[in-house]
């Protein structure tokens, strides 16, 4: 398990928000957990399994299939004076809750004239890529972030499964933890004593001076490799990861995209009012003159999601994509 | 699991300053729903405008079960509710005017009141929006070992949202003290309850998911407050929820903008020869519990207390467009 030589932990994405969830019911009673197969099944992608065991079934809280209800339990209990962590299975099922989240979690605060704030954490499986077609595959976190009075958060790593639930219980505010579904197997180590982390800024993940590219969530790491692949034609790509959708840490993309002069921001999501066509316009805004080539983005082709394999991977942005885009944004493709 | 009819009270041997309080706290309401709509022609308030004429009883009967300790979640026809809950008059009525002295911060407006030492969480304009929220308010008491009542008022047309339904299920389901008061006022907006509803008898819905339910006439404040305080002893007492239906009617248009096209105007007429507030007042001078003099004098603090709160509103200042940002996010860290 341990490579205790090098303080390293070895682990799961899935292993890392499960040890987080059990810091914080340890760390902080007031803290629990409620959605649906969160307890006896022990999570949907497995997460929670064995958490039921460890503390009971009064904060490890199953509920039924009512997910306007729990999430606004969720939010009752928060004003309340607890710190619930509600899991809603995936964000195609939040819809369900949209009101909640939307017209309660986060405006209450507002509303009250800065009475009432809500600390709720909502964590959600979001993403494509598992043949489970049109009602099981959105990528719905841009749309989130397009909402003032939540925070949008997508842990991309280990390191920020491991440490962003913390940050945001924390947070007096409601956030949203979004965890791409096809990130829940991958595997790699964790110092023994990663904690806590920021859940506001981006960062950068590779540096590189030839084009900046800009991702989050599981397109991060099909940027990586893409960048990696670039790096043996000469192409040095800087990496960023965003982290945060709202607030959206813009200084760091635009620092990045100044010096590079040439940005492509890949998106799980519709290209169409994403969060890509924001980070497109805030650079236009801020370092147009900067540029040296057109901003270009990656995103889902806007359809929804086919079930066949061969059509969903045809939808979802892909490493040889962000390849050929770079090839051509650098004038490096003959 | 019980359900009875307490609608029809006998004697209701009350003691005369008991009499005096319920009447002065429905004419409170009543001359301040009116001084709201003056107010709206007057264009000092604006947007939409819910009044409870009619309605004083159930708002008043309610509270009276409550403790200070105890919340209050309600609907988006709310002022008589957050003025007897213990927000002063001058805050709510700066709140409608848009002032930086309202409830909430001018932020809010009539559909939103909130104050947090009254435990008063709204002032909820999404029809049902408040249930899950009172479900789990009492989660976070009954999480917390502490003996409190969320009480949620909603109107029937409440009943027909899916998060009706979802919180009955989750507060009988996880035995979660809540007190859910349904205003039923027959009309959801202008769509009247044998419309949208296929069984009209609200309790049985409750009685569906195992929980106690009472019906009452809402149009008397005596029977209110007292099937009220039995409700919410038995939630104190179970730690369960209860479902309270309160049949009453609003006098007025669902707000400024309805030409009332759904109802007759004899119908109208017939409810408000059942006026709470007449109805007590007779009631309670004909037992010689209170004298004319007694509410001329409710009437002349009422005037008072509504000149001042209106000079209040008039007097407070805009919220300054420098501040027109904050409160998206807390300026703190939770403790």
Known sequence: MTNSDKGLHKLTYREAVREAIREAMHKDERVFLMGEDVGRYGGCFAVSKGLLEEFGSERIRDTPLSESGFVGAGIGAALGGMRPIVEVMTVNFSLLAADQILNTAAVYLYMSGGQFNVPLVIRMATGGGRQLAAQHSRSLEGWY??????????????????????????????????????????????????????????RVCRAGKDITIISYSASLHKSIEAAAILAKEGIEAEVIDLRSLRPLDEQTFLN??????RALIVDEG????????????????????????????????????????????????????????????????G | MHRKESGKTKTDMVDSVHARHLLHSMIRIRRLEEKCAELYSAMKIRGFLHLYDGEEAVAVGVLEALTGDDAVVATYREHGHA?????????????????????????GGSMHLFDGKARFYGGNAIVGGGLPMAVGLALADKMQQRSRVTCCFFGDGAVAEG???ESMNLAALWHLPVLFVCENNLYAMGTALKYSQAVVDLATKAASYGVAAAAVDGMDVLAVEKAAKEAAEVVRGSGKPFFFECRTYRFRAHSMYDPELYRSKAEVEEWKGRCPIATFAG??????????GDIEKIEQDVAREIDEAVAFAEASPWESLEDLTRFVYSERRAP
């Open chain 1, 145 to 202: 972030a397009h909402i003032p009075g939540i925070k949008v958060v997508c842990p991309a790593t280990l390191e920020d499964a491991r440490g962003m639930l913390w940050t945001a219980l924390q947070d007096p505010d409601p956030v949203l933890i979004f965890e791409n579904a096809g990130l829940y197997n991958m595997e790699g180590t964790v110092t023994a004593t990663a904690g806590p982390v920021d859940i506001d800024r981006a």
């Open chain 1, 270 to 333: 519709c290209r169409s009012g994403s969060i890509a066509a924001e980070i497109a316009a805030r650079i236009m805004e801020n370092v147009f003159y900067e540029l040296d080539a057109p901003v270009a983005r990656l995103c889902s082709v806007e359809v929804p999601m086919p079930y066949a394999g061969h059509l969903e991977q045809a939808v979802l942005p892909q490493v040889d994509q962000i390849v050929n885009l770079v090839r051509k944004m650098v004038g490096a493709d």
């Open chain 2, 83 to 107: 003025l007897i809950r213990g927000i002063g008059m001058g805050a709510i009525l700066a709140e409608m005017y848009g002032k930086q002295d309202g409830c909430s911060r001018g932020r």
């Open chain 2, 163 to 165: 998060e009706f339904h």
């Open chain 1, 256 to 261: 990045s995209v100044a010096a590079s002069h």
């Open chain 2, 283 to 292: 009631k309670m001078k004909d037992q010689g519990t209170v004298g004319d």
